[in-house]
Nanobody, 121 residues
Framework: QVQLVESGGGLVQAGGSLRLSCVAS????????MAWFRQAPGKEREFVSA????????DYADSVRGRFTISRDNAKNTVWLQMNSLKPEDTAVYYC??????????????WGQGTQVTVSS
């Protein structure tokens, strides 16, 4: 089992940048496909980005492609989400997720507690 802790959220003006971090403990990160999801108030949780177990394959939601970049360092047990050109509609709680079997856009076995990102206009 793996535990995930996100950090790096905060308040930023539109057009600004934030870098979210997700640190894993309990098991080595290299065993897991990793992803970021987000949930805005009153909305369902939505997929943001995913990365394969070894660096090489990534996936992005259309709404963030070209603005967000997912990366990982298995030696540091850390996954990042670099978010540039932020928009007010990016405001949400961002969650890190891990799965041992599949790099998908829906089901992940392990979840962090989330970090709030607020983008002001």
């Amino acid at each position: 089992q793996v535990q995930l802790v996100e950090s790096g959220g905060g308040l930023v003006q539109a057009g600004g940048s934030l870098r979210l971090s997700c640190v894993a403990s309990g098991r080595t990160l290299s065993s897991y496909y990793m992803a970021w999801f987000r949930q805005a108030p009153g909305k369902e949780r939505e997929f943001v980005s995913a990365i394969s177990r070894s660096v090489g394959r990534t996936d992005y939601a259309d709404s963030v492609r070209g603005r967000f970049t997912i990366s990982r360092d298995n030696a540091k047990n850390t996954v990042w989400l670099q978010m540039n050109s932020l928009k007010p509609e990016d405001t949400a709680v961002y969650y890190c997720a891990a799965d041992a079997n599949l790099m998908g856009r829906r089901r992940y076995d392990y979840w962090g507690q989330g970090t709030q990102v607020t983008v002001s206009s």
